[in-house]
């Protein structure tokens, strides 16, 4: 059978190629070759979408409602896992319906687990719970659907599994459980309405957050799509160069020209556009240690920037406001009415305890640039939405501008400054003399030496 399939399918070939023969003067084994090279960009795309979709029901975590329906479905991120039946706690007679073998876990799984204090079927089942997979055909909310368990690039306001796991690692069960069953919050109280787990499966859900506390909350696989791409267009610009040069069996030479142009400037293109993204971070959105939001505090409450940002008239940094300084506000305002109790309640611990919360920098600059914000603010006057962008409008804090030396340059030449109404500009006597007669009509950053070298520099 196979036999008779693959002479019909060579036949197929032979009728393509005397086709194209008559049009593009090709030879079997050339046209075979460049049949594959047209072929493997298609499977290249459908394999980087599948990717694509993958980590999308991957890295995903869904905040709406669980469907109530009679066949239990799951959301977003239980669709990744296989329902897998433990069989320390399921009857023989499930497990063997069920069609699905145990998980083996690995040595250090086990040795991690039962150092913690947990049996890694324990920790293994618990997850199961708090990705909803049990208890079967359950009708309230399942954890992950408030929870993520790993990263998103969009803002939950609800606590991640890993800031939960953080939180209740050094407490006792006792402790979990009321937080769980009796929450105080009126947003949690909202969520736990009808929330329904026996205390031996609430158990094993402190097994599966204690290890995760342990081990971290884990990252996505890296994406390998652009370097699979560079090699098959070395590939594809290899065959042009060796079919112009040696094997010379295409008649119309127009084809692996074309291929050698298109497969060299896309490259050139990739390394370029890879070699500018060096040392810039534009759209940086790192998580922070507390969900703060400046669409809440500056676009909707009107904090002015200046009131938590205290140094930037006078420093080279803007500066981090103390938890301290958040007190004044929160010392009354205890539970948010996005995230409710949990992210203000990291403040005031850090303000209780008087550890800093440890903030990830978003916008940094090479170590050989000079960069002041007493300089651009404080002296220039300038508007803090001119380098970070619509702040007012950002629950996650990201870099707005690229800041690169491109980017700087051009804002000096086109930035008009303030001569007038801006005591510190008395100085340039000679631009003010010019301003006046006449001579000029406006004055920007770089008449007044923004762009000289040894100013950023030095």
């Known amino acids: 059978m196979f036999y008779w399939t693959g002479l019909c399918f060579n036949a197929k070939l032979d009728r393509m190629r005397n086709f194209f023969r008559g049009r593009l003067g090709t030879k079997k084994v050339s046209f075979r070759i460049l049949l594959v090279v047209l072929i493997i960009p298609f499977f290249y795309v459908k394999f980087a979408y599948s990717q694509d979709d993958s980590a999308l029901v991957l890295e995903s975590s869904t905040v709406a409602e669980q469907p109530d329906d009679t066949t239990g479905s799951q959301n977003s991120e239980n669709e990744a896992i296989i329902p897998e039946k433990d069989s320390a706690h399921l009857s023989e007679t499930d497990s063997a319906a069920s069609g699905h073998e145990e998980t083996t876990a690995t040595p250090g799984e086990i040795d991690h687990a039962v150092s913690e204090g947990h049996e890694i079927d324990e920790v293994k089942r618990g997850e199961r719970f708090f990705r909803g997979l049990l208890p079967f055909r359950s009708e309230s909310q399942s954890c992950v659907s408030c929870h993520n368990i790993r990263q998103v690039d969009t803002l939950n306001w609800n606590p991640s599994a890993h800031d939960i796991a953080v939180k209740y690692a050094h407490m006792d ?4 459980q009321n937080a769980v069953m009796n929450p105080t919050g009126v947003k949690i ?25 342990a081990e971290g909350p884990g990252t996505s696989k890296p994406s390998y799509n652009n370097l699979i791409l560079f090699l098959f267009l070395g590939l594809l610009l290899t065959w042009a160069i060796i079919e112009l040069i040696f094997l010379k069996k295409i008649k119309w030479k127009f084809i692996p020209v074309i291929l050698l142009i298109g497969a060299f400037g896309w490259q050139i293109k990739m390394i370029v556009t890879d070699a500018i993204r060096l040392g810039r971070q534009e759209n940086y959105a790192p998580d922070q240690p507390v969900k703060f939001s400046h669409a809440v505090h500056v676009g909707e409450n009107g904090i002015d920037c200046m009131y938590c940002h205290t140094t930037v008239e006078q420093g080279k940094s803007a500066g981090i406001p103390a938890a301290n300084l958040c007190m004044n506000c929160h010392i009354i305002i205890r539970e948010g009415t996005n995230s409710g109790k949990f992210e203000i309640s990291k403040v005031v611990e850090a303000n209780e305890t008087g550890q800093p919360i440890e903030w990830t920098r978003i916008h940094n600059l090479p170590d050989h640039v000079f960069f002041s914000h007493a300089v651009h603010v404080g002296s220039a006057q300038l508007d803090c939405a001119t380098c970070h962008g619509p702040v007012e409008e950002m629950d996650i804090m990201r870099q707005h501008s690229d800041l690169s030396m491109g980017w700087c340059i051009n804002c000096h030449r086109e930035t008009q400054v303030n001569f007038e109404e801006n005591d510190y500009y008395d100085q340039y006597i000679k631009l003010h003399e010019d301003l006046k007669a006449g001579r000029i009509d406006t004055i920007t950053a770089e008449d007044i030496g923004a762009n000289d070298c040894m100013r950023c520099h030095y």
Do not use: G, I
């Open 173 to 176: 069960f006792a402790a979990f």
């Open 189 to 213: 109280q909202a969520s736990h309405q009808n929330f329904e787990l026996t205390e031996d499966d609430l158990r094993t859900v402190k097994s599966f957050l204690d290890n995760m506390a």
